[in-house]
């Protein structure tokens, strides 16, 4: 049975960062994409970044230069650090993940979801 769990959501201010992180269980870690996406109070779910079972990454334009997916394989866990974050970052945060290789921004491409970490950025 395939789990993540993500955790490191929080309160902060603008301005401010925070490190999510989603740990993995049940699948071929090292071989699946991951993804972080996020959805706002009243609004769809929508990517925010993704990285490739190689270490490549794929950022939505909105958070580029201001945040950074990363993995630890022998960890079985990915990271987003998010930088300078603005009151439009606040949202529910998801992880998720792929049993293929490639990063990619769709989310129907992702077999399976963490439960969510609330961030919330107080201007």
């Known amino acids: 049975q395939v789990q993540l769990v993500e955790s490191g959501g929080g309160l902060v201010q603008a301005g401010g960062s925070l490190r999510l992180s989603c740990a993995a269980s049940?699948?071929?870690?090292?071989?699946?994409?991951m993804a972080w996406f996020r959805r706002a109070p009243g609004k769809e779910r929508v990517f925010v970044a993704s990285i490739s079972s190689f270490g490549s990454t794929l950022y939505r334009d909105s958070v580029k230069g201001r945040s950074t997916i990363s993995r630890d394989n022998a960890r079985n866990t990915v990271y987003l650090q998010m930088n300078s974050l603005r009151p439009e970052d606040t949202a529910v945060y998801y992880c998720?993940?792929?049993?293929?290789?490639?990063?990619?921004?769709?989310?129907?491409?992702?077999?399976?979801w963490g439960q969510g970490t609330q961030v919330t950025v107080s201007s």
């Open positions: 049940g699948l071929t870690f090292s071989g699946s994409a």
């Open positions: 998720a993940a792929r049993r293929l290789p490639e990063k990619i921004s769709m989310a129907g491409a992702y077999e399976f």
